[in-house]
C-alpha cells in the first residue's frame, strides 16, 4: 500500500527555535519526493527531492532525501510566526501520481 | 465515480495558437486547482477556484485564464501559446480548503510549445 508518514503530526515551539519535520514513505515507482507548504489555502511548492543526500536550501528553510532508508526530513532554522503552517510531504510516483502524508501544523508563537 | 477527468491527455502547440485545457470533477468538491509541473520545480499553482464563481491566482498565473464553468467543471485557457509554457497540466479537487489531504489529481495533459 502507498504511503507517506509524517511526524510529528504538530509542534509548537517559541520564534528562534530550530525544527526537524520527518516523512517517511513506501516506494512504488518512485519519481521524487515534494515538500509544500499550507497556510489559508492551496499549498506553496518549497522543494522538489530526487536524488539521496543532496541537500536542498532555501533561506532558513533546508530538505534532504534517504532513498536507502526512505525518508525526508525538512529542517527550518531560526523559526518565525510566519512559518506557522502545515507542512505537507509529499511522493511522487512514475506516473505522476501523488501521495500525501497528512501533514505537521507548525505553530510558532511569539 | 470517474474522479478528476482532463481532456486531452496530450497536446502539442505551436508558438500563438490557443487552446483550452478541461478538467471536469464529479466528487461535488467546492475547490479546484490547476497546476503545472515543469523538471525540478514540483507543482505550482496557476489558478485555483475555491468555489463555484470565484477564481484566484496562484503562483505562476502569468499567460493563463480560467473559467469555473459551473460547479464540476473548471478550464485553463492558454490565449498564446509560448514555448516557456511547456509543461505537464494537473487539475485537482478537494472537498474544501481546510481538507487538502484528500486532494484529487487528474491524470494530467502533457503540453509541448514547439
Known amino acids: 500500500e502507498d504511503k507517506v508518514v509524517q511526524s510529528p503530526l504538530s509542534l509548537v515551539v517559541h520564534e528562534g527555535d530550530t525544527v526537524t519535520l520527518n516523512c517517511s514513505y513506501e516506494?512504488?515507482?518512485?519519481?521524487?519526493l515534494l515538500w509544500y507548504k499550507q497556510e489559508k489555502k492551496a499549498p506553496t511548492f518549497l522543494f522538489m527531492l530526487?536524488?539521496?543526500?543532496i541537500e536542498k536550501k532555501s533561506g532558513r528553510l533546508s530538505s534532504i532525501l534517504d532513498k536507502k532508508e526512505l525518508f525526508s526530513i525538512l529542517n527550518i532554522t531560526a523559526t518565525q510566526t510566519g512559518d506557522s503552517a502545515i507542512y505537507l510531504c509529499?511522493?511522487?510516483?512514475?506516473?505522476?501520481?501523488?501521495?500525501f502524508g497528512s501533514g505537521t501544523r507548525l505553530l510558532v508563537r511569539p | 465515480n470517474a474522479g478528476v477527468t482532463q481532456t486531452p491527455k496530450f497536446q502539442v502547440l505551436k508558438t500563438g495558437q490557443s487552446m483550452t485545457l478541461q478538467c471536469a470533477q464529479d466528487?461535488?468538491?467546492?475547490?479546484m486547482y490547476w497546476y503545472r509541473q515543469d523538471p525540478g520545480m514540483g507543482l505550482r499553482l496557476i489558478y485555483y477556484?475555491?468555489?463555484?464563481?470565484?477564481?484566484d491566482k496562484g503562483e505562476v498565473p502569468n499567460g493563463y485564464n480560467v473559467s469555473r464553468l459551473n460547479k464540476r467543471e473548471f478550464s485553463l485557457r492558454l490565449e498564446s501559446a509560448a514555448p516557456s509554457q511547456t509543461s505537464v497540466y494537473f487539475c485537482?479537487?478537494?472537498?474544501?480548503?481546510?481538507?487538502?489531504?484528500?486532494?484529487?489529481f487528474g491524470p494530467g495533459t502533457r503540453l509541448t510549445v514547439l
Open positions: 509529499v511522493r511522487m510516483d512514475s506516473s505522476y501520481k501523488l501521495i
Open positions: 516506494v512504488t515507482n518512485f519519481r521524487s
Open positions: 530526487t536524488s539521496s543526500g
Open positions: 466528487m461535488n468538491h467546492n475547490s
Open positions: 477556484s475555491a468555489s463555484e464563481g470565484t477564481t
Open positions: 485537482a479537487s478537494i472537498k474544501d480548503s481546510s481538507s487538502y489531504n484528500e486532494q484529487f
